[in-house]
């Protein structure tokens, strides 16, 4: 997917510190946080819900998507497979959550340097007993609603701005309001702007800039009536629109617990060049549907 032109920084950071030598990371790395929107690429799975779902454990990969450059990347460390069993280059992480805080998280295996397989073993059994401390049920996930980050609407022309639009729509797969839907709304925005080093430099020495920025609006509805549950802005960031930089951001996935009755949101931002680029998943605050919809409706038993 493409947007538009942003900082440098996130890519060429996550490049340098791929560049490593082993002996400079040799302590164990930080667990990723989903509040930084300048973080490597995050893949995001659940990993499962405590009883009362007040807490949730999530299984979040580093990543860096594409190599810089025509070589291919690293080969994958001895042991790095994923959740379906297929090799990957980067770190894994678990981390626990109450409501949208980050409370808990254990390194699995490292991502700038190979953590041995027996290590990586006693990193998880140490994980999943914390876990278990913790009340969260691996067997209780709940379902994914992930969108296709492939559909786009535009761009349109709104004066100097250029604008995209992107829109999911899911049902409540269960849960005591099934069939309400889950819409989220994402509006990205270039705007070419000029800009100067400092404040005091010469307007002749301001140089064009793209700027974009994103909003992103979650609502549920049923039947005639729309309840807002979010919303939230990212960005700006801006580039050299000579570069060949982009960035965009948008609804990624939503997590709804096995009851039915919490969703937490994720959204997504894109930024990088096409050859490098990094997404990081950002968690929104979890939406207690009951609080927004009211109570849950009754269902009359079948006649007999």
Same mark, same amino acid.
């Given at each position: 997917?493409? *947007?538009?032109?942003?900082?440098? +920084? &996130? /890519?060429? %950071? =996550?490049?340098? #510190?791929?560049?490593? !030598?082993?002996?400079?990371?040799?302590?164990?790395?930080?667990?990723?946080?989903?509040?930084?929107?300048?973080?490597?690429?995050?893949?995001?799975?659940?990993?499962?819900?405590?009883?009362?779902?007040?807490?949730?454990?999530?299984?979040?990969?580093?990543?860096?998507?594409?190599?810089?450059?025509?070589?291919?990347?690293?080969?994958?460390?001895?042991?790095?497979?994923?959740?379906?069993?297929?090799?990957?280059?980067?770190?894994?992480?678990?981390?626990?959550?109450?409501?949208?805080?980050?409370?808990?998280?254990?390194?699995?295996?490292?991502?700038?340097?190979?953590?041995?397989?027996?290590?990586?073993?006693?990193?998880?059994?140490?994980?999943?007993?914390?876990?278990?401390?913790? *009340?969260?049920?691996?067997?209780? +996930? &709940? /379902?994914? %609603? =992930?969108?296709? #980050?492939?559909?786009? !609407?535009?761009?349109?022309?709104?004066?100097?701005?250029?604008?995209?639009?992107?829109?999911?729509?899911?049902?409540?797969?269960?849960?005591?309001?099934?069939?309400?839907?889950?819409?989220?709304?994402?509006?990205?925005?270039?705007?070419?702007?000029?800009?100067?080093?400092?404040?005091?430099?010469?307007?002749?020495?301001?140089?064009?800039?793209?700027?974009?920025?994103?909003?992103?609006?979650?609502?549920?509805?049923?039947?005639?009536?729309?309840?807002?549950?979010?919303?939230?802005?990212?960005?700006?960031?801006?580039?050299?629109?000579?570069?060949?930089?982009?960035?965009?951001?948008?609804?990624?996935?939503?997590?709804?617990?096995?009851?039915?009755?919490?969703?937490?949101?994720?959204?997504?931002?894109?930024?990088?060049?096409?050859?490098?680029?990094?997404?990081?998943?950002?968690?929104? !605050?979890?939406?207690?549907?009951?609080?927004?919809?009211?109570?849950?409706?009754?269902?009359?038993?079948?006649?007999?």
């Amino acid at each position: 997917m493409t *947007g538009l032109p942003c900082s440098k +920084t &996130g /890519a060429l %950071l =996550a490049t340098v #510190l791929l560049a490593l !030598a082993p002996e400079a990371a040799r302590a164990e790395e930080k667990v990723p946080n989903l509040a930084d929107e300048k973080a490597n690429t995050q893949e995001v799975q659940i990993l499962g819900w405590s009883a009362d779902e007040k807490r949730f454990a999530l299984r979040v990969y580093d990543l860096t998507e594409r190599w810089f450059g025509d070589s291919a990347p690293p080969p994958a460390c001895k042991g790095y497979v994923d959740h379906k069993g297929e090799k990957f280059v980067g770190g894994l992480s678990f981390v626990l959550y109450e409501g949208g805080k980050q409370v808990g998280g254990w390194r699995i295996q490292d991502a700038k340097k190979c953590t041995p397989p027996e290590t990586a073993r006693e990193r998880l059994a140490k994980a999943k007993a914390a876990l278990a401390e913790k *009340g969260i049920d691996l067997t209780a +996930t &709940g /379902a994914t %609603l =992930a969108a296709d #980050l492939s559909l786009r !609407a535009g761009p349109q022309k709104k004066g100097k701005d250029t604008e995209y639009r992107l829109t999911s729509t899911f049902p409540l797969p269960h849960g005591p309001w099934a069939g309400t839907k889950f819409e989220a709304d994402a509006v990205v925005v270039e705007e070419d702007v000029m800009v100067k080093d400092s404040p005091d430099a010469p307007d002749s020495e301001a140089m064009p800039t793209v700027r974009g920025r994103a909003k992103v609006q979650l609502r549920l509805v049923s039947g005639k009536r729309s309840v807002a549950v979010g919303d939230l802005k990212l960005g700006p960031d801006e580039a050299d629109p000579g570069m060949s930089w982009v960035w965009t951001a948008g609804f990624d996935r939503a997590l709804l617990s096995p009851s039915g009755k919490v969703l937490v949101p994720l959204v997504f931002v894109r930024h990088g060049d096409m050859r490098l680029f990094d997404t990081p998943r950002i968690l929104m !605050a979890p939406v207690d549907l009951a609080d927004k919809l009211g109570p849950a409706p009754t269902v009359s038993a079948p006649a007999r």
